[in-house]
């Protein structure tokens, strides 16, 4: 265990320095990309995609995704493909119709909101945390003359010729909630520095959202949640962490016992004795590897990782000294790095002739294993979050 410890702090400790002096190369802030006076979100990806993840972290289903859609186009990678369900399905049913949309907007995060309001080039546009765009309800559509009529139809309500490109479809206010996450990630981020997280756009929330990076903040306001799974050897962790199991002699195994490294020595499933090579054995339970001990002088592991004492010269060790290998119980047929030749072998004649021992003998760790002891450590993988 010793080993791997201090290597994945190292690792840890690499990662966290280079992105942290990415950001301090990059300090461009809210206010900075607003500043340029031009009506686009563009260069705020980063904050936009903190607060909209950490919306979603913080209310789980508020928003739901519209696009993919066949028939929906996102006029820019910008574009937040999120509504309230009420919302996606008004959207979806003009769609499904046979209209084809073009979102330009939709779900906006108050930083969003920021940028445009205080471009000064956008025309109309809310303050941060007044938009319905905010509560995931209200979408700004290209062509807004071909569909009007069927967004109306679908019960979003065109604001009218004052910003014409913008409807409001069915759906509740949730606008203090994209303000609240703000206050809340800033906190997170500012401990000597904290507002209040009343969901309330003041003065006090203004002057920080403009002097919030542009790039997003170092710490997330809850950890990126991910479906445990493999990629080929990489293991990757509910929490989004990435392990190399290849990288300590093992796979990535995903079945019924749950994502997990699984030794290459071991099967996937259920209990069995292993030799690791010519000396050394140890237990593996559901592909995790146990410490491996070490077979005393003069024996030899074999078999299914029994250590046995190593062929005398002139003994004759007779036909039933096949009794001893062979397939395994499981029906598997043993490698033969790892086997012995017929000269060595367990069974009956054989312990008849030596005394009777075939010898099961537990030893300590051998220093030459020590890797294997990290495959070990490896099993009990949890990636600590990275940010
Ligand atoms: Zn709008």
Redesign the pocket.
Known sequence: MECIVPCRVACFTLVVGVFGLASEVDAQTVADIAARGACSTAGLEGISRQLADSQTCMRPGQFVRFAPHPRISLSSSRVHPYLQASARDAIHRVADGGTNLTIN?AFRTVADQYVLYHSGGCGL?ATPGN???QSGR???VGSYSSVRSALEGAGCAW?GSR?P???DCPGSDLRSDAVLTFQRLWNANNPGDRIAEDGAYGPQTESRLGRTPASGFADDLCAPTCEAHCEGDTIVDAECGRGECGAFGATCADDSLGVRCVSVFCPAMGEADVCLDETQRAHCSDGALAEPTECAGGTTCAGEGECIMESMPGVDMGPAADAGIGPADDGSTRDASVGVDSGSLTGPGFDTATGGCSCRVDGPPNADGLWLLAAFALLAFRRRRLR
Do not use: E, G, K
């Open positions: 907007s546009a938009s319905n765009h209200a979408v700004d604001l910003d490109v913008h409807f």
